[in-house]
């Protein structure tokens, strides 16, 4: 047990905040007793891919000093984790990839000089798939990452460190990535809130490019208030990121507390209740339906016509966008370089080494959609009927203000189950790749637990740049629930 | 839809990947399971549909074209696999001209 004053199972940012501020507790005990959980929980868990104590406590203690001089900061001492696919200077950045295992960033991203100027400090780089690539974590290049509440399953991904770090109190919060369901599938699957933005609403310079049309940066939290902190934190117009938005976005922690009694029009897609969704899940949405119904709101069925292509749109897209971003791995200007007899196979010889089985399926597929002959088929043909997805939504907005959606058609499956057929991999993400496609925020919010208590997931989705809307929903959801999110081996550190 | 052990070995070449022999017939396997898939897109009509490249689209932004420096050069050229005075360093890509 621990000797600190405070329960870690019980903090939130939130909490944390208001005991650093009070004076009851300091930013370097708080880190300590983090990186004493990372030692002791994560070598079951695989959460972290790089942990720096020297450079975790010297934060720490630049932010106690910091605030012993008056300084101000909104995250001031706040320990967080943070995807390894996201920029920190001078740390390591694999996106568990080898091809990238002994690059340290040069530069900080935006996100990270947002969170650094509110005072945040950081205890480590999390898991992912590779370039954030797969659903389960299973295909990081170094090890997979296991689901908290039962180590046998697959924490979700490719966001699995973070939300399985966020959800063992091992930092307080964690920013991730969300192509597909990178953010939204984790947080359902390790049983904490994540979200994703609006398309534009956070820059993505110093995320390291998978799909650029379809990448967001977005939070994980314990609760929706914290969520909706680190959102209003690293949100905001960057010149550096060509795809930002100029948009004035309101007070995000504001709008939770003025929006306690808001009554909203709720939009459940009729396409979304398909069969081979899981007994549990449905069971555990039509409650959430009722729930919703209990706090006033006004539920209807709509229709989202074009739902059943969209695996198909997202696997023509996210791979043709990847094979040309991820062309920059040749072995010149950083990564794995394997000696060829010349240029050319050099180049084969390191990427072939470098990247991993699905980052170099997905690099063919790609490839091949873009390829004369197969371009008009593939890319343009996919690159029309995602109009026709977006179409759909925004035909949806013009009824209800919200629409509400299980996460996965699953709750979280085993380590294994997945991964030799890689179709059934991709079609675990069909509730989550429409809001990516349409460029929608969408956060996942803990709804329950199956009956062998593994966490459960419901979707809130709103229209373009109602991310406030999305927040205020899952907060008074939120309290109408009051469930506990401490899985029970995290008791008994 | 198919894509035989020749295309796929194409396919590697464009995108500048080295395949084994056992990967070849892998990826062909799984890759035209995958493609499979995909033509269910043909069923829907989108003759007069625009496509959309990105979610949302605004202006493209302009600013001036002023030169901003860099100020940890050093940090970057770290992370190259060979250097030589500044330069990144390839294996030679011209032939020695003839009768040398």
Known sequence: ?493 | MGIDIKEVYKIAHLARLELSENEGITYSAELSKILDYFSMLNEVETSQIPPTFHPLTWDTPFREDEVKPFADREEILKNAPELWEGMFVVPKVVKAPQGS
């Not at chain 1, 868990?45 to 910091?66: C, M, R």
């Not at chain 1, 609760?223 to 309101?250: C, N």
């Not at chain 1, 094979?323 to 240029?343: C, F, I, P, Q, T």
């Not at chain 1, 690159?383 to 949806?396: G, H, N, P, W, Y």
Request: proline fraction near 5%; charged fraction near 25%; glycine fraction near 8%.
């Open chain 1, 1 to 493: 047990m621990s000797t600190y004053s405070f329960d870690v199972n019980e903090l939130t940012i939130a909490k944390a905040f208001n005991l650093l501020e009070e004076g009851k507790v300091t930013s370097y005990e708080l880190a300590q007793a983090l990186l004493e959980r990372i030692k002791k929980l994560d070598p079951k868990i695989k959460a972290f891919l790089y942990v720096n104590e020297e450079w975790t406590l010297s934060q720490a203690k630049e932010a106690d000093e910091k605030r012993k001089n008056g300084e101000r900061g909104r995250l001031l001492g706040i320990p967080l984790s943070i995807k390894d696919n996201i920029l920190i200077k001078g740390h390591p950045t694999t996106c568990a990839s080898k091809i990238l295992q002994n690059y340290l960033a040069p530069y900080d991203a935006y996100v990270i000089t947002k969170l650094k100027k509110e005072g945040a400090i950081f205890l480590g780089k999390t898991n992912l798939d590779e370039f954030a690539m797969g659903s389960s974590t299973e295909n990081s290049g170094f090890f997979p990452t296991k689901n908290p509440w039962d180590l046998e399953r697959v924490p979700g991904g490719s966001s699995g460190g973070s939300a399985a770090a966020t959800v063992c109190r091992m930092g307080l919060g964690s920013l991730g990535s969300d192509t597909g369901g990178s953010i939204r599938q984790p947080a359902s699957f390790c049983g904490v809130v994540g979200m994703k933005p609006t398309y534009g609403l956070v820059s993505r310079f110093g995320l390291v490019a998978f799909a650029s049309s379809l990448d967001q940066i977005g939070p994980f939290g314990l609760t929706v208030e914290d969520t909706a902190l680190l959102l209003e934190v690293i949100a905001g117009h960057d010149t550096y990121d060509s795809t930002s938005a100029k948009v004035d976005m309101p007070s995000f922690t504001q709008r939770l507390k003025e929006g306690k009694k808001v009554k909203f029009k709720i939009g459940v897609p009729k396409e979304y209740l398909l069969d081979g969704l899981h007994p549990e899940v449905e069971q555990n949405f039509k409650e959430m339906l009722s729930l919703l119904i209990k706090l006033g709101h006004q539920v209807k069925e709509i229709s989202l016509p074009h739902t059943k292509y969209a695996v198909a749109v997202y696997y023509i897209i996210a791979p043709a966008e990847a094979a040309s971003n991820l062309a920059r791995y040749d072995g010149v200007k950083y990564g794995l370089r394997v000696e060829g007899r010349n240029l050319l196979e050099m180049y084969k010889k390191s990427r072939a080494h470098g990247f991993g089985r699905e980052v170099k399926r997905r690099i063919m597929l790609g490839t091949y959609a873009l390829s004369a002959g197969y371009y008009e088929a593939f890319y343009l043909k996919a690159s029309k009927v995602r109009t026709l997805i977006k179409q759909d939504f925004l035909e949806a907005f013009k009824e209800v203000d919200l629409l509400v959606t299980p996460v996965s058609p699953t709750p979280p499956f085993k380590l294994g189950e997945k991964t030799a057929d890689p179709l059934q991999m991709y079609l675990s993400d069909i509730f989550t790749i429409p809001v990516n496609l349409a460029g929608l925020p969408g956060l996942s919010l803990p709804s329950g637990y199956t009956q062998t208590g593994l966490p459960l997931g419901l979707q809130i989705i709103g229209a373009h740049f109602k991310d406030d809307l999305v927040l205020t929903l899952a907060y008074q959801l939120e309290k109408a629930l009051s469930l506990t999110n401490i899985p029970p081996l995290i008791k008994e550190v």
